[in-house]
């Protein structure tokens, strides 16, 4: 069974997302604290807020609609990545190679349903991004 990359990024954010709306007002005094403690919680916190600007912005930039015949080749990179899987336990030295190339086709497998979820990805991840912004303050 293929992965849809795009259904758990954002599953991912969601249960972050729903995390900070439960516990935030718990977890900014002990943000507090540990910065006074001299701990990096705030360089944890503006990196995070950095990579989650970068992956909203490659969200946003991802266009699938000037790729032709995207589904087909979605079900070829489908059909690849079940291949590889079974290669995988024949071939364990190649594993690493095998990883990568699973990587690759995992994207393209899952592009069709991102158009669906694009605008739900970038939502949660702004929303997120002001809760780590007013946990960092």
């Known amino acids: 069974m293929a992965t849809n990359l795009f259904d758990d990024l954002k599953k991912a954010l969601q249960d972050l997302k729903d995390f900070l709306a439960a516990k ?8 507090s604290a540990l910065k006074g403690l001299g701990l990096p919680i ?23 609609s000037q790729v032709p015949a995207l589904g087909d ?15 995988k336990n024949l071939l364990p030295a190649e594993g690493a190679a095998i990883d990568q190339v699973l990587g690759v086709a995992d994207v393209v497998t899952s592009l069709p349903s991102l158009d669906q979820i694009k605008k ?8 997120i991004i002001i809760d780590l912004r007013d946990l960092n303050a």
Do not use: H, M, Y
Request: glycine residues 4%; aromatic residues 2%.
């Open 24 to 31: 935030k007002d718990l977890i900014k005094p002990a943000v």
């Open 42 to 64: 705030g360089d944890l916190l503006t990196q995070l807020i950095t990579l989650l600007t970068k992956l909203e912005t490659e969200i946003k930039n991802l266009d699938t």
């Open 73 to 87: 080749i979605s079900s070829f990179t489908g059909s690849v990545r079940t291949l590889l899987q079974a290669a």
């Open 120 to 127: 739900e990805i970038t939502d949660l991840i702004e929303a």
